[in-house]
């Protein structure tokens, strides 16, 4: 292997399946085309150093330097990811990165996960391994053992599992019960489908207590129900749940499983008008169930659905971030004009408009 290489780690958007992961349940992500790049030389000694465009401060220090509660800010992603490595026994020679993205930072469309992969497909690749099924798999753990224990940001790991597992022109149905994943094919092209991914540039949910808060009614609820996550719940039991808030968080998490199972044959079959059906059922629950949309992203879901989307709905946490929409290739720009208009007319800043094309998963970028 050269002394400088390149890495490249997408971003992502689940296209159904959301607040599941948590659950037990199923979710659907693809990979998108915006990126981490990290290019990456050895370096003599122990002491890694990461640079970032996105980032004024520069990370230097050991694997152990990155372990929890020893470093703060960006740095914990990406060097905590060396840290965890090294935890489970990986043997990652002194790098230089230096990193540079395309995703959005906290838009809902797991720049943090990215940035975690990029960094993990570096460490491991620089001793000239090759990237196989196995290894991947102790990557997705890596990230995820970054994420919770040196960020400490609650992560059911979905964001972490798709951008090391996906395949370009597939999505990744996971399944949370078990761990496992199934590549399933995403032919946009041959539909003459284009797939938006609308950042609204707003997120209403400073303290992240939202995402807590709904993951302990959750919890709550499976354990009214004697269930061991709300997986094992059916509509039944579910609708006889007697506290107004927790009857409708399970009803959202219980029926979005669901979605994702039928959103799975619906797009093995080509059939987008199933897909649409089930993106407008899913984002009324995330909205009307679930309370964790918002009035820009109703407004891009509403608008998209308006000037021609098969499908729209928010994708992500919620309190902002990013919608996706289904859109025939001929319609993508009037959609990204007409909600470009939408929040002009309310006064909000522009949207921020990306591709969502189902893209491959952090891998070494081959040399030219
Ligand atoms: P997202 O939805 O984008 O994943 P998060 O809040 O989970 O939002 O992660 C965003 C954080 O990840 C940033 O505040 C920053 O600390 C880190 N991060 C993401 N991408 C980069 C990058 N390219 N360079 C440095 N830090 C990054
Ligand atoms: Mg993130």
């Known amino acids: 292997m050269e002394r400088t290489f390149e890495v490249r780690a ?173 590549q399933v094919p995403v032919d946009l092209a041959a539909a003459g489908l284009t797939l938006l991914v609308v950042d609204t540039r707003v997120s209403h949910d400073l303290t992240d207590g939202g995402y807590g808060s709904r993951r302990e009614e959750c919890e709550e609820a499976a354990r009214r129900l004697g269930v061991p996550s709300l997986r094992s719940a059916t509509p039944g039991s579910v609708a006889g749940l007697d506290d107004d808030v927790l009857r409708r968080r399970a009803t959202h998490v219980v029926g979005e499983i669901a979605r994702v199972e039928e959103a799975v044959d619906a797009l093995r079959a080509g059939d987008w008008a199933t897909v649409g059906r089930l993106f407008t059922t899913s984002h009324a629950s995330l909205r009307d169930d679930f309370e964790v949309s918002c009035a820009e992203l109703d407004l891009v879901v509403d608008t998209a659905l308006q000037v021609g989307a098969l499908a729209a709905r928010m994708t992500g946490g919620g309190f902002g971030g990013s919608a996706i929409a289904l859109v025939p290739a001929e319609r993508a720009d009037a959609v990204r004009r007409a909600v470009d208009t939408a929040f002009a007319d309310r006064g909000l800043a522009t949207p921020g408009h990306l591709d969502g094309t189902p893209s491959a998963g952090a891998a070494l970028t081959p040399s030219r």
């Open 10 to 182: 997408p971003g992502r958007v689940n296209l159904i399946g959301e607040h599941t992961d948590y659950n037990g349940g199923l979710c659907l992500p693809v990979a998108i085309p915006a990126a981490t790049t990290a290019r990456v030389s050895l370096r003599d000694g122990a002491v890694h150093r990461l640079v970032s465009a996105q980032q004024d401060e520069p990370w230097e220090g050991t694997a152990q330097d990155a372990a929890p509660g020893a470093v703060r800010g960006w740095a914990a992603y990406a060097a905590g990811v060396l840290w965890a490595l090294a935890e489970a026994g990986h043997d990652v020679p002194a790098l230089d990165l230096r990193l540079d993205s395309t995703v959005p930072l906290g838009a809902g469309l797991s720049s943090s996960a990215s940035l975690e992969a990029a960094v993990a497909v570096a460490a491991v690749t620089a001793t000239g391994r090759q990237l196989d099924d196995a290894l991947r798999v102790e990557l997705v753990a890596a990230c995820r053992r970054a994420e919770t224990e040196v960020v400490g940001a609650p992560t059911g790991g979905l964001d972490q599992t798709a951008v090391v597992l996906a395949q370009a022109g597939h999505a990744l149905l996971i399944d949370f019960d078990d761990g496992s994943t199934e």
